[in-house]
């Protein structure tokens, strides 16, 4: 084969592979390292180096290959010095013709030839030199000829829009991190303003302060247990919290009854589900369906809860959730008509009304979620502080829960097998 | 005896001479490998090596830079070089190249070690 053609494949083969290298997606600085080595490779350079210099002041070493990498980084340029490059043909980055208008080379003539570089190519994008490529002689001990010139601007080139390329995509990536931070932070905010807005709920009705802080916890945990994206577990709390908004509309004196209040008072109680959803489906929450979920937490499976009377599909999986966190939390605190009840009655409570008020399967995730508790199986103890310590405690709570479980899988296996 | 070490880079040692051999296809995997071996038998004490290509089919632009790099290191520790069972289409690039200039071609392996051996030193006892 001629040695010209046989040199212009050897170019080709490396200047494809060039391409394919800062067309990828690999680790940035392995990338500047094989870029090098495919431009030292094609011209049997026996060193060279790739560096930094975006700004004035010392060269960053990127890559280097057969030179001290302390060398290079000992250099340093200034903003005269690059702008000098930028009218230079690269003839003129020739190390030995340093009294040309180069003046980086001017000014580093003896350094750059002790260390043996010979040639230092800038790379420039868009007008702007981003960086130098410093190049050592050819194996051969020929000089640079017009077609190496060619091949190194044209290499060189690459190199550099590979690595622009790459440093914009750093700044993006670094851009979305600082805007999901503040996308985080602007969560925090909303979900301490929601938190506040519980509290104001609950101090309207002195007998159940705390309720619609442990109504969020309780729906955040059972969802987690029925394997709900953490977004949404995020959007059930929120919902939790803010279940009851809507008693902000009711009269303080229905709310605080030390009595069974009457027929009227009580469908003023019930205006609050459908309350709450008009006060809560203005606002654009980060997370879906928390008025619906406000509105229809007091409906039941059998179509007797309000405001809708719907019924078992027609409810949403989330209002069925809050409701059975609802009623969990209304069973297990003091009311002032009266006490709370014990754990044994509100199981049997969750048994009789499942399939009627509450939903299998939620109660089912929430027996599972409390008995991981009891068991010790998780380091979260939330449930048990809500509820006080004194109140799981019994080898009877482990089998009251663990039967309800089993009679409501049953239960829901029958259910699919009967469809 | 042939010792495969970093991973599939097998070598072996004559005397003070280090037979490293390089792959069907030298490009940045095995060459890195090879430079790794290279430096690794130098470090203990090798005083030559001879890198057999009697395996290999190509050699990319990495491939050269590479092998530049083992000639670079061969010749600061002050270690011979010599490639062996190197085919005719590489002999070309590497002429082209000139790598030739820096290292000795040999026919084959034994060549190669024989080649080394006639510059072994043997050592003056006082």
Same mark, same amino acid.
């Given at each position: ?30 990338? *500047?390292?094989?870029?090098? @080595?495919? %431009? /030292?490779?094609? =011209? #049997?350079? !026996?060193? $060279? ?111 550099? *829009?590979?690595?622009?390329? @790459?440093? %914009? /995509?750093?700044? =993006? #990536?670094? !851009?979305? $991190? ?122 039941? =499976?059998?179509? !007797? ?115 | ?126």
């Amino acid at each position: 084969m001629e040695p010209s053609t046989q040199k212009l494949i050897h170019t080709f083969g490396a200047l494809a592979d060039l391409g394919q290298e800062i067309a990828g997606t690999g680790d940035f600085t392995e990338m *500047v390292r094989t870029s090098l @080595h495919l %431009l /030292l490779g094609t =011209l #049997a350079l !026996r060193r $060279g180096a790739v560096v930094d210099c975006s700004g004035a002041g010392p060269l960053r070493c990127v890559a280097v290959w057969g030179l001290g990498e302390q060398a290079v980084n000992s250099f340093d340029i200034d903003e005269g010095e690059m702008e000098s490059f930028l009218g230079c043909e690269i003839a003129d980055s020739l190390v030995k013709n340093s009294s040309t208008a180069n003046r980086f080379l001017t000014r580093h003539h003896d350094k750059l030839a002790h260390e043996g570089i010979e040639l230092v190519v800038p790379m420039i994008v868009r007008g702007e030199v981003t960086g130098l490529v410093l190049l050592g002689g050819k194996a051969s001990g020929e000089e640079f000829s017009n077609d190496d010139f060619e091949t190194i601007r044209a290499m060189v080139r690459h190199i550099g *829009v590979g690595i622009h390329t @790459h440093r %914009l /995509l750093e700044q =993006l #990536a670094q !851009r979305a $991190g600082e805007n999901r931070r503040l996308y985080d932070e602007l969560r925090a905010i909303y979900r301490d303003t929601v938190r506040a807005f519980a509290a104001a709920i609950d101090i309207k009705d002195k007998y159940t302060q705390g309720h619609s802080e442990r109504v969020g916890k309780y729906s955040e945990i059972i969802a987690r247990e029925m394997g709900w994206s953490e977004e949404e577990v995020e959007g059930i709390q929120i919902a939790g919290y803010l279940h009851d908004i809507g008693k902000l509309i009711v009269d303080r004196d229905i709310i605080n009854a030390p009595y069974r209040i009457d027929a009227k008072s009580s469908s003023e109680l019930n205006r609050h589900p459908s309350a709450g959803y008009e006060i809560l489906a203005p606002i654009r929450h980060p997370y879906a369906d928390i008025p619906l979920m406000a509105k229809h937490h007091h409906e039941r =499976l059998d179509g !007797r809860g309000y405001p809708d009377g719907l019924t078992d599909e027609q409810i949403p999986l989330g209002a069925k959730i809050v409701s059975l966190a609802d009623s969990f939390d209304a069973m297990t605190t003091d009311r002032p008509y009266r006490r709370r009840r014990s754990f044994e009655d509100v199981v049997q409570d969750l048994r009789e009304n499942s399939g009627k008020q509450f939903d299998g399967k939620v109660v089912a995730a929430f027996a599972r979620a409390i008995l991981k508790e009891v068991r010790g199986e998780t380091k979260d103890r939330r449930i048990t502080k809500m509820l006080g310590k004194s109140y799981l405690e019994g080898e009877h709570v482990e089998t009251l829960l663990t039967d309800l479980i089993a009679d409501l899988e049953a239960d829901s296996h029958a259910k699919a097998q009967t469809f | 005896m042939d010792t495969p070490s970093g991973g599939l880079v097998r070598s072996h040692c004559v005397g003070t001479t280090a037979v490293v051999y390089a792959s069907d296809y030298l490009n940045k995997l095995s060459g890195e490998k090879i430079e790794r071996e290279c430096r690794r038998q130098l470090k203990c004490g090798c005083r030559a090596l001879v890198i057999d290509f009697s395996d290999t089919k190509l050699v990319n632009s990495i491939g050269v830079s590479i092998l530049l790099g083992i000639i670079d290191v061969a010749e600061k520790s002050g270690a011979r070089i010599v490639f062996s069972d190197v085919n005719n289409q590489t002999v070309e690039l590497f002429d082209m190249l000139g790598l030739t200039r820096h290292v000795v071609l040999a026919k084959d392996e034994q060549e190669a070690v024989l080649n080394l051996s006639r510059f072994e030193t043997t050592p003056v006892v006082h």
